[in-house]
């Protein structure tokens, strides 16, 4: 089991970047994959990025690539998600989860057994 805590929101403007982190209060991240989602005020949960267990996998929401980049520490139990360009419509709280890695990374939320309570991200423009 593990806990995770994100951090690192706040207020930007737009074309700036951010970086938010999301750590293991308790547990470890070690035997997990792990991913970031987002929900905006009255929209459906949004797949934002995975990274794999052993770093060697990484994947995108079609919005996301080549703005975001995922990556992890193992040693330090932590995910990172750096966010450049971003632009008022990435305004969403910004969660992370955790998958076992024995099946794999997903894109699909209802895949992951652990959340944390998301951090607020937002865009001025």
């Known amino acids: 089991q593990v806990q995770l805590v994100e951090s690192g929101g706040g207020l930007v403007q737009a074309g700036a970047s951010l970086n938010i982190s999301c750590t293991a209060s308790?547990?470890?991240?070690?035997?997990?994959?792990m991913a970031w989602f987002r929900q905006a005020p009255g929209k459906e949960r949004e797949f934002v990025a995975v990274i794999s267990q052993n770093i060697d996998t990484t994947f995108y929401g079609d919005s996301m690539s080549g703005r975001f980049t995922i990556s992890r520490d193992n040693a330090k139990n932590a995910v990172y998600l750096q966010m450049n360009s971003l632009q008022p419509g990435d305004t969403a709280v910004y969660y992370c989860?955790?998958?076992?890695?024995?099946?794999?990374?997903?894109?699909?939320?209802?895949?992951?057994?652990?959340w944390g309570q998301g951090t607020q991200v937002t865009v001025s423009s």
């Open positions: 989860a955790a998958r076992n890695n024995v099946y794999g990374i997903s894109r699909y939320g209802t895949n992951y057994d652990y």
């Open positions: 308790a547990g470890t991240i070690t035997n997990y994959a």
